[in-house]
């Protein structure tokens, strides 16, 4: 833990150089530049609520298009660090090749990326839930702890997927389909809660029981209904996070020397 927090301090200046330099990347050769880390969520949550609610004909849910993108940029944080983190060794081989860099470091860049276009959505949804006359309350402040818990989570997911990545070439597609899997089960555009047709012990397995789907369902409690997260799932998910990442932490310093062998 000491060496962690020593290294964090150390690497931090070049985790946030190389994350804004990422972000301006991105968007220097597009016409729209940073427009598009609005557009995208906002064009999926079109789609998804075009299908829910025009195709299928759901309309049972209340605040539908801040519900789905609420669910999305959740998603979009969560599966884009996964998927990267696949690879991220191997994408930064000049790097890792020539000076020391903890890998869990290049990690975290991309948290600090993508988590940046995940605030840029929450901030929409603020305004999206003024335009719609979303009733405000003291427990939307419970969108930190859900937030950090999805970070404190992912990091440890992507720590040992990168570990794994580094000597498994078709780990990232197997991911993705796995991902895709958990992103129906996690209902970004469908209220698992309200799904007549699944039997409840299920719908406890599907919405506390699987990450993505908790922190999703928990910031639309307590953003849209005003309604308290549960805390007990809330402390679990909590410590599943910090275990996670410890492991994550310690397999990628014990075996980090060898990667450079690998790419």
């Not at 075009?50 to 959740?74: C, E, H, M, R, T």
């Not at 690879?87 to 869990?104: C, D, E, F, I, L």
């Amino acid at each position: 833990m000491k060496r962690f927090i020593n290294d964090i301090k150390k690497f931090y200046q070049y985790t946030m150089y190389a994350a804004r330099s990422e972000l301006k990347s991105e968007v220097a050769s597009s016409y729209l530049n940073w427009l598009w880390w609005i557009l995208d969520p906002l064009l999926f949550m079109m789609v998804y609520t075009f299908i829910a609610q025009i195709v299928f004909s759901n309309k049972k849910i209340d605040f539908f298009p801040i519900y789905v993108f609420i669910g999305l940029s959740v998603w979009n944080f969560f599966n884009k660090v996964v998927i990267s983190s696949v690879r991220v060794v191997k994408s930064n081989s000049a790097v890792v090749s020539k000076v020391y860099v903890p890998k869990y470091m290049l990690i975290l860049k991309n948290m600090l990326v993508n988590g940046f276009k995940m605030m840029v959505s929450f901030g929409l949804v603020i305004i999206m839930m003024v335009i719609w006359r979303v009733p405000f309350s003291f427990k939307i402040l419970y969108f930190i702890p859900l937030i950090l818990i999805l970070c404190l989570f992912t990091f440890g997911i992507s720590a040992i997927v990168c570990h794994f990545g580094v000597f498994i070439e078709d780990l990232q597609n197997i991911l993705t389909v796995f991902l895709k899997l958990i992103f129906y089960m996690s209902g970004v555009f469908y209220a698992i809660d309200s799904m007549n047709q699944i039997p409840a012990p299920i719908k406890n397995l599907l919405l506390n029981f699987n990450p993505a789907a908790f922190i999703m369902y928990s910031l639309r409690r307590t953003m849209l209904y005003s309604q308290f997260p549960h805390h007990k799932f809330m402390l679990m998910w909590l410590v599943i996070g910090f275990v996670l990442s410890c492991i994550g932490v310690r397999v990628i310093y014990k075996y980090e020397n060898s990667y450079v062998k690998v790419i």
